[in-house]
């Protein structure tokens, strides 16, 4: 119902546009251009202040949990280890 709602304003602005720009006379790319700079600062401004510090945090991420994964293959060794120290203990 969102996704509906959105793409309804999305085509009220278009229609509203191109009106705008019949009555101006003027291309709608013209009127159509603050638009696209302001959805390529938004996006900048997303790529820096999201996308960043979330590859960053991945990564120290991935180098913090890189021994684990080299364990895991060990996994089945540690456990029979472990299964006869117990054996010998009681």
Do not use: D, Q, S
Not at 64 to 78: E, R, T, Y
Request: proline fraction near 4%; hydrophobic fraction near 85%; charge should be positive.
């Amino acid at each position: 119902m969102e996704l509906f709602a959105i793409l309804f304003i999305a085509a009220l602005t278009l229609l509203f546009l191109k009106v705008f720009a019949f009555f101006f006379e003027v291309a709608i790319f013209a009127i159509a251009l603050p638009f696209k700079i302001l959805a390529f600062l938004l996006a900048a401004v997303f790529g820096v202040l999201l996308l960043i510090p979330f590859g960053i945090f991945a990564g120290l991420l991935g180098i913090l949990l890189a021994p684990l994964a080299i364990l895991a293959a060990f996994l089945p060794v540690i456990l029979i280890v472990i299964g006869i120290v117990l054996i010998l203990r009681a």
